[in-house]
């Protein structure tokens, strides 16, 4: 069978064969690394050195974004480590042993096994105290410092003397789970390096195609001479490659700087590993194949002829026909807007492709953002779990809430609506974010992804504490009076309801069922439906006092209500099964212990009360001390930067095939001044098309952002759990928009400005002659 | 005759520039075979689609239909990447308005080829040296092209295009700028270089004495390539 790749050499048929493709292949590659394209390479870069001047800065910030990230991360590795040290002492908590069971574990197990075999014992050395429980009975605690950090090897601690027991808890400490940390904090940062590795490959071929652009006659006349894709190719990635060996140790040098300054500031750690380098060879590697293959593939298509045919800027002329018309019209004015009518297919790159940035910065303000929000929202530091159905008593929540360093206690006394067949009915206004969920009715639109919450006096407490709840209108009357309620607008992190204070709401309370509902479809809309139809209900008429955030990353909003109102809709009784115990900022991790202690002494073995420490004052510290947003704002900087030198690249290449229309235009009798007007107003026009595009651009692709995290990863079930906001940075966009618009109107009257100079200079010379 | 190598052949070759309405037929169903070793000068008047012809038979451009072959090989079905190192390696082409790279030296632009098909440093010395000496521009080398006088250009254009040493030479007025001394001594320098490395000559130029150096003379008249015949025949 004939291959696509067989072919007649000299008359005579060779074969394509799977041999040759992998020789073809593996030659490719050799002959990348040959010495003759690095010292090409080399020479055209050093050589050319204004001609590539602008990729010299793009490669050093493309390489700061390598750096950042990677130093910020060993950064969080090592504030990891150390943060989880100063927090506890020990690797391995056993607690909740009775006065037996600690003699069996502690005599026969633990101790006895151990003296016989000294030699490879697993710990440094252990620790027990005696405490109280709730119902004063007398418990033992055991923490073991281990010999290493290793959560095997704490595991297997564990099955060589296991425990057991009624009401035993162990638990790792953050000295043996910080390694856990450490790979997820890897796990989150090794994508993010990759995603700005991908945006770094998109700035440089936004440079390089400028470059091969403006280029095109050089690389028809090397083609004609026997130039195919893949020395092209060569040439292109060895031209990057040896900007980036040039400014490869001042960027290390910037990005560990920085990173001091940084670390110094924050008071966390500071990491470097040797390795990062390789990597960061492997990085700049793909970022620059990634970058150059697309444009030199196309380049290399293309036939010399076409190319050098092309070598002026008569390959952006997109019709031809008006000229004849130009010179009828004023000038400069008219001229120059035909002239954006002739290039429109150059003016319609450049500002996409300067302008792109732009929105990359934005996008990168709305990420910090939501950073600053991951790294800065407060989550309980305890919760309490109740299992019986009696719930957590009121006593326990204000018993605890008075402990030095307790900020607040949020409990909760809810149920979904679908458990008890209740629903309220929306107005068409109300119903933003869930209109499609919702279910048309006499009355309005009927929906019930919503909880009941119930606010007794102990919670109204709790939650009007400093760092309780948000709160717009007035909560006290949620209290005192009987029809008014407070409702939150969030499922998820998405604001989905439209609600004001004052507003009133008709909430049904379920009474009987007239015919047999399917509870058995997933469609939950199809349930509510059923129910509308062939159940009874009950109405009651509320007014929304308070609205609140709550913080709450739940999949449902809620309603909340005095006790009176409550019992009033709710058919059912509903105890607190969860309790989340926040506790003031800037304590010691020693207090932290001690009101963790202090809450397992409150609690009786005869709760059912689950304790669990969350430790979220550790991670909340961690976050601060090695804090992500510094090195998100200056990559966002960085990418920003990128925009001028496009606007300056592209425009100067652009001029400076305009000097012969100078030439010409003044042998017809325009005036320096003249001209100099119609660059200026060429540079002022653009500034239209330039902002329209940034606001555009910016607006459009951080609300794309912004849908894909809020909206498709959360629906994925990999959404947030604290809440951030979507906040388009004004002060961003118009920044953004200066910064176009500057580089608009200096990048178009410069090249003008040195023609105007270099003619005189040939102009004076000619007269000394 | 009959049993010589045809080196270059062309089969109905078709191209066509079209403009809004209009169509341009540059070259109109031209056939030629032209023998290894063969020096052959195409002339015609202007427009009338020599150079577009020539930059066919040489792989810079592609026909609308028709087929080239050189050595054999139809270089239209070749890939883009084979014709770039195809060119490379067998063929040189002296443009008609030189297409010299203004950035480089008038050496950097003689070794371009060498440069794009890895040529190592020792290949081509001393046909280099030679070169230049012949061309008379061994003391211009490192000067960029606009410092140069058209004359000047093309000689370097005719270096570039013959540094590699290819099988076949496509010149595209390669004496229109110089004068009859200088246009005498360059031909001679391609005529040599072509006994000397049996090279085939397809050639354009508007001099009937050059043209009559030629071992065949072809005419183009508004695209249609035909025999050249002597008034008086
Ligand atoms: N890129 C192009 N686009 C459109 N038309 C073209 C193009 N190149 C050439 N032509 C047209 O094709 C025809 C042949 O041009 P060509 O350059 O081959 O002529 P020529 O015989 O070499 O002329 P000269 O002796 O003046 O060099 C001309 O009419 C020319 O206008
Ligand atoms: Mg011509």
């Known amino acids: 069978m004939a291959h696509r790749k067989d072919k007649y050499v000299d008359h005579e048929l060779v074969r394509y064969t799977p041999r040759q493709a992998i020789k073809d292949a593996v030659g490719f590659v050799v002959r990348f690394f040959s010495p003759a394209n690095f010292k090409h390479g080399i020479r055209s870069v050093t050589g050319g050195f204004r001609e590539f001047s602008v990729f010299f800065f793009a490669m050093l910030l493309v390489q700061l974004m390598f750096w950042f990230p990677m130093l910020a991360m060993e950064a969080r590795v090592a504030t990891i480590k150390k943060e989880a040290y100063a927090a506890a002492d020990y690797h391995l908590k056993i607690e909740g042993f009775s006065s037996d069971e600690w003699t069996a574990y502690f005599n026969e197990t633990f101790i006895i096994t151990d003296t016989y075999d000294i030699e490879d014992r697993m710990y440094e050395s252990y620790e027990y105290s005696t405490y109280q429980n709730g119902s004063g009975r007398l418990m033992y605690e055991l923490k073991v410092l281990m010999n290493s950090d290793d959560e095997s090897h704490t595991r297997l601690f564990l099955l060589k003397y296991p425990v057991s027991g009624e009401n035993i808890k162990i638990e790792y400490s953050p000295r043996t789970s910080y390694l856990a940390e450490v790979s997820r904090i890897r796990a989150i940062f090794i994508p993010i390096i990759i995603v700005l590795g991908l945006l770094s490959s998109v700035i440089l071929l936004i440079l390089y195609n400028i470059r091969i652009n403006h280029y095109k006659f050089r690389y028809g006349v090397y083609m004609s001479f026997g130039a195919d894709f893949e020395k092209l190719f060569h040439t292109a990635a060895w031209e990057l490659f040896s900007i980036a060996m040039i400014t490869f140790v001042p960027s290390l040098i910037i990005a560990l700087l920085v990173r001091i300054i940084i670390s110094a500031s924050l008071g966390g750690g500071i990491g470097f590993g040797i390795f990062s380098i390789l990597w960061s060879f492997l990085w700049l590697f793909l970022v620059i194949l990634l970058a150059v293959f697309p444009s030199v593939k196309f380049l290399s298509t293309r036939t010399p002829t076409s190319l050098i045919v092309a070598g002026d800027n008569s390959n952006y002329v997109s019709s031809p026909k008006t000229s004849f018309r130009i010179f009828r019209k004023s000038f400069p004015k008219h001229y120059e807007l035909f002239g954006f009518w002739r290039f429109r297919r150059y003016y319609a790159t450049l500002l996409v492709s300067a302008i792109i940035f732009s929105s990359f910065f934005l996008c990168g303000f709305f990420i910090n953002s939501m950073v600053t929000a991951s790294e800065t929202t407060r989550l309980p530091d305890i919760t309490l779990r109740s299992n019986s159905p009696d719930g957590i008593d009121v006593m326990l929540v204000e018993e605890f809430s008075e402990i030095k360093g307790v900020k607040y206690i949020n409990w909760e006394n809810s149920i979904d609506a679908t458990a008890i067949n209740a629903y309220l009915v929306l107005d068409r206004s109300q119903r933003s974010g869930i209109a499609s969920k919702t279910v048309k009715t006499d009355i309005g639109f009927a929906d019930n992804n919503y909880k009941y919450s119930r606010i007794d006096e102990t919670l109204y407490d709790q939650i009007t504490r400093e760092g309780g709840w948000k709160i717009e209108g007035d909560l006290s009357r949620v209290m005192s009076e009987d029809n008014c309620i407070a409702v939150s607008e969030y499922i998820n992190n998405s604001k989905v309801l439209n609600f004001k204070v004052g507003d009133k709401l008709t909430l049904a309370v379920f009474e009987s069922t007239e015919k047999p509902i399917d509870y058995d479809v997933p469609d939950n809309k199809y349930i509510l439906n059923q129910l509308i139809n062939n159940a009874k209900f009950r109405f009651v008429e509320v007014e929304i006092a308070a609205i609140v955030d709550t913080g709450d990353t739940d999949d449902r909003y809620m309603i909340a209500m005095s006790d009176a109102l409550f019992n009033n809709v709710v058919p059912k009784e509903v105890n607190a099964s969860k309790a989340d115990i926040y506790v003031s900022e800037g304590m010691s991790y020693k207090d932290l212990d001690l009101i963790y202690d202090t809450i397992r002494s409150g609690i009786s073995t005869f709760d059912g009360i689950q304790l669990i420490n969350n430790r979220n004052s550790l991670r909340y510290n961690i976050a601060e001390k090695s804090s992500i947003t510094p090195v998100i704002l200056l990559c966002a900087v960085f990418v920003l930067l990128v925009s001028p030198p496009v606007w300056f690249f592209s425009q100067s290449m652009f001029g400076s095939k305009r000097k012969t229309e100078n030439y010409m235009l003044s042998a017809f009798g325009a005036t320096d001044s003249e001209l100099g007007r119609l660059y200026l107003f060429s540079g002022c026009s653009l500034t239209i098309p330039a902002t329209v595009a940034t606001v555009l651009l910016g607006w459009g692709v951080t609300e794309l952002i912004y849908t894909f995290i809020n909206q498709f990863l959360t629906s994925l079930g990999m959404g947030a759990d604290f809440r951030y906001s979507y906040e388009f940075s004004f002060v961003g966009l118009i920044i953004c928009v200066m910064l176009s618009s500057a580089s608009a109107i200096i990048s178009t009257y410069m090249p003008f400005a040195r023609w105007k100079k270099e003619r005189d200079r040939i102009a004076r010379r000619h007269l000394g002659e | ?233």
């Open chain 2, 1 to 233: 005759m009959e049993d010589r190598k045809v080196i270059l052949k062309a089969e109905n070759v078709i191209k066509q520039y079209k403009q809004y309405d209009t169509t341009v037929t540059a070259v109109n169903r031209a056939n030629v075979e032209i023998y290894d070793g063969e020096m052959v000068a195409i002339i015609g008047s202007s427009g009338s689609g020599k150079s577009t012809f020539l930059h066919i038979c040489a792989g810079l451009d592609r026909p609308n239909s028709g087929r080239i072959f050189i050595r054999g090989n139809d270089i239209t079905a070749m890939s883009s990447d084979e014709l770039g190192v195809f060119r490379g390696n067998y063929m040189g082409m002296v443009f008609q308005n030189h297409n010299l790279i203004p950035q480089f030296t008038a050496m950097e632009n003689i070794l371009i080829p060498t440069l794009m098909c890895n040529k190592p440093d020792h290949s081509y010395e001393e046909h280099f040296k030679k070169l230049v000496a012949t061309l008379n521009i061994h003391d211009r080398l490192h000067h960029l092209p606009s410092e140069l006088s058209g004359g000047q250009q093309q000689r370097v254009s005719i270096a570039r295009a013959l540094i590699n040493r290819p099988q076949v030479v496509f010149a595209d007025e390669p004496t229109g700028n110089l004068d009859r001394a200088n246009a005498d001594e360059v031909l001679e320098l391609l005529i040599k270089t072509k006994e000397e490395l049996g090279q085939t000559l397809l050639i354009v130029t508007h001099d009937m004495k050059i043209a009559e150096r030629a071992d065949r003379i072809l005419v183009m008249d508004n695209g249609v390539l035909s025999p050249y015949r002597k008034k008086s025949e």
